[in-house]
């Protein structure tokens, strides 16, 4: 197994995780359940963790396909760049999670205002971190991107099938 299978292997963990985590945050917001509060704050710290192991494995995924027909330096470009602001951001969920989780744990009267504050940024690094994986499926899916190339037509103007 090298960089690229653990780059592709552990891309999908911040992006599930992190609305995962969210999901779970909800309920223990709603339910006001200190367990359940627990248990999103492990999911999201698990998924700040993710994202830095993928964003560590991306310089030896990118040189795996650098030699295929079809690269574009473009759209790794993009993904490289949205993977950085995804990585930031879920490092602060990681942290503010952790900092949840003590104080969910301890009891302090902050732990409310905390888990409202992980749920927003959680939410705008879903969406960060949702649209890091789509530029990286446009790296070899081109078939999600806007760069594909259309089908040549035959002589009677038909397309190829």
């Known amino acids: 197994m090298n960089e690229t299978h653990i780059h ?3 891309t999908h963990l911040p992006i599930i995780g992190t609305a995962l985590g ?3 945050l909800i309920h223990g917001i709603w339910r006001q359940s200190n367990p359940t509060l627990i248990a999103a704050y492990q999911i999201l710290i698990l998924s700040a963790l993710g994202a ?3 964003y560590i494995t991306g310089e030896g995924a990118e040189e795996s396909v650098e030699h295929l027909p079809g690269f574009s330096e473009m759209v ?3 993904h490289a760049e949205s993977a950085l602001v995804s990585l930031i951001a879920l490092i602060v969920i990681g942290i503010i999670a952790l900092i949840g989780f003590f104080a969910t744990l301890k009891n302090l009267s902050l732990a ?3 888990s409202w504050l992980v749920l927003v940024t959680t939410l705008i690094s879903f969406a960060l971190i949702a649209r890091t994986g789509y530029l990286g499926g446009q790296i070899r899916h081109t078939e999600i991107g806007t760069t594909t190339v ?3 037509k035959r002589a ?3 397309k190829n099938d």
């Open 76 to 78: 790794i470009e993009k």
């Open 112 to 114: 409310r205002s905390l």
């Open 150 to 152: 259309a089908p040549e």
């Open 8 to 10: 592709l292997l552990i």
């Open 156 to 158: 009677n103007g038909r």
């Open 22 to 24: 969210a999901f779970v």
């Open 52 to 54: 830095g192991i993928a």
